[in-house]
């Protein structure tokens, strides 16, 4: 079979593989829509995993061969997959943390430890805990962005300890950031400022939920919150975006007691620094709480439900499709280079 791979830092191209099998409680699926992820452009930009290895981790497929143990789902049947697959039998796992069941982003399988989704044909593994049915009614490009973008967006929102009337800043407003606007929204936000400078983002970032704007270009960001909220700082910050300042800045603007969310994979090497005086000398009650979305299926399942009743539409995201395996490199290139009118793209195998 076929496979979009990573071959060495800033380089991708075609592999031959063998198709793989289904055992135990593993399936083999068939995609049919994908979107590569940001994550992705990271991994094949740093060389964080090995050549050869097939990227992309959201999307839905059909099923095509089941283990012997795989109870919930059969060939024939079109499934969202979750952008997480961890192993759901370990110590970390239940202490609660799912997405390093092995260790740091283990869980993060697809696409790092095995092949990913850019291909004929993947593997699945524990097809009953990591696969997800599609409600009917759910169109499946909106289906495709529930896996990853609006599971790690709301993530986002929920490690930022959203509350009802709270001033919410979104730093980075991408398909990510946009879902993060969303997902405040859904959890009572008041006030939402999105942080973002591209028109087709701040565009999205206002029909999703943003009450204010704010362009990371023009000047320091956490002084422009700050000025934004007579001097008081923001409940919440999500971070979904920005460079190596990006959590010194959020420290920044959130007021005393506040809460940090960041879903930002932080790819630059060396360290991070925060302002001790804006960190309240340790004094100030912030709270930072970070980290790769849990993955499953029953939250996906959930996310797919809030699609089915109209609760947030993703399909907005999607500014660029492309047809056919050859679609790939395109759809690739364009996460990679964030040309100004995209946002998403999105890939009909
Ligand atoms: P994206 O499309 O690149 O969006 C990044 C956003 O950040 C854009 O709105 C961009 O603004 C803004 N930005 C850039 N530089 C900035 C700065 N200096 N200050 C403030 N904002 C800045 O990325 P995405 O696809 O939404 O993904 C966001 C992040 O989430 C990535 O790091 C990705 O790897 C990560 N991610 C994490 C998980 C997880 O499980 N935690 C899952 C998926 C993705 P403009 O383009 O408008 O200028
Ligand atoms: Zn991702």
Redesign the pocket.
Known sequence: MKGYAYQSPGEMGWVEKEKPRAAGIDAVVRPLMISP???DV?NAEMGYVEPGRILGHEGIAEVVETGNQVKDFKPGDIVAIS??TPDWRTVLTQKGVPQHCHGLLSGNVLSNSMDGLMAEYALVPDADMNLAHIPSGVDYAAAVMAT?MMN?GF?GAELADVQFGDTVVV???????LMAVAGARLRGAGRIIA????PV?ISAARDYGATDIVN??EED?ARQIYKLTDKQGADKCII????E??LGQAVAMVRYGGTIGN???FTTPGDLSISNSRWGFGMSNKTIRC???TGGRARLEGLLSMVRYGRVDPLPLITHRYQGMEGIVPAFRG?AE?PPEL?KTLVEI
Do not use: F
């Open positions: 992820c940001t994550s990271h952008p997480v990853d790690t993530y730093l980075g407003i991408g398909p990510v950031g942080v973002g400078s591209r983002c990371y270009r960001v979904a975006g920005g460079d300042r990006a879903v930002n994979y980290g790769m979305v996460m964030k946002i």
